[in-house]
Structures are given as structure tokens and as C-alpha cells.
Nanobody, 127 residues
């Protein structure tokens, strides 16, 4: 069982920045595929960013087109934590943001491939 706890959400003006954190339990975090997803009111959950191991200490990163160039996913395996740095925020980025873990380390963009989910953290971007 993997437990995920997100933090860092809040209210920010358009153009501002936030960094979300997701702390994970488990002794093999470095092998987990980790993803960030978001869900706005009345909309389906959508992929934001993901990272998975490519070999050794190297990791692939993946981004949805609508956040590419503005958001950055990173991880600190010593702290069992994955981050989502969000810059140039827009009102349409307003959503509950969830982190997800795939202990097998294979999944990237498909929410159904992740086995564990955090409780979510609210991000609100005002215009």
C-alpha cells in the first residue's frame, strides 16, 4: 500500500506561480512512476505531467500540451517526494490537483494505469 499526501495548493493571481508537493510512502519510491492529474468542476480528470525511470538515476518526463513550457515535474527520491512547479498560471488551470503512483513504474499519461492516488489539493487562479 502506497500513501500519497499532496500539499501546496492555494489561491494565486493569473501569471503567478505555485509549487505542489506529493509525499509518498514506500521503500522503493525511486522506481515508482509518478503522475499529476487535475479535475476542474464539471470536467473529467485530465493528465498534467508524469515522470518515470528510464534507467539508473535517469527519468523521463511527460507533459500535457496545455502545460508544456509552464509546468515542471521533478522528484527527490531521498525525500520520497514529487513536485509540480507551476508558472504563468491561468484561470483555466483552476482545479483539484492529484498525484498518483504506479509502483511498477510503467504508466505515464493514463489515469487508469495508476494504482494509488492522493486526496487532492485545490489550486485556484484568479483573473
Amino acid at each position: 500500500q502506497v500513501q500519497l499526501v499532496e500539499s501546496g495548493g492555494g489561491l494565486v493571481q493569473a501569471g503567478g506561480s505555485l509549487t505542489l508537493s506529493c509525499a509518498a510512502s514506500g521503500r522503493t519510491f525511486s522506481s515508482y512512476g509518478m503522475g499529476w492529474f487535475r479535475q476542474a468542476p464539471g470536467k473529467e480528470r485530465e493528465f498534467v505531467a508524469a515522470t518515470k525511470r528510464s534507467g539508473g538515476n535517469t527519468y523521463y518526463t511527460y507533459y500535457a500540451d496545455y502545460v508544456k513550457g509552464r509546468f515542471t515535474i521533478s522528484r527527490d527520491n531521498a525525500k520520497n517526494t514529487v513536485y509540480l512547479r507551476m508558472n504563468s498560471l491561468k484561470p483555466e488551470d483552476t482545479a483539484v490537483y492529484y498525484c498518483a503512483a504506479d509502483p511498477v513504474g510503467q504508466e505515464t499519461t493514463n489515469a487508469f494505469g495508476y494504482d494509488y492516488w492522493g486526496q487532492g489539493t485545490q489550486v485556484t487562479v484568479s483573473s
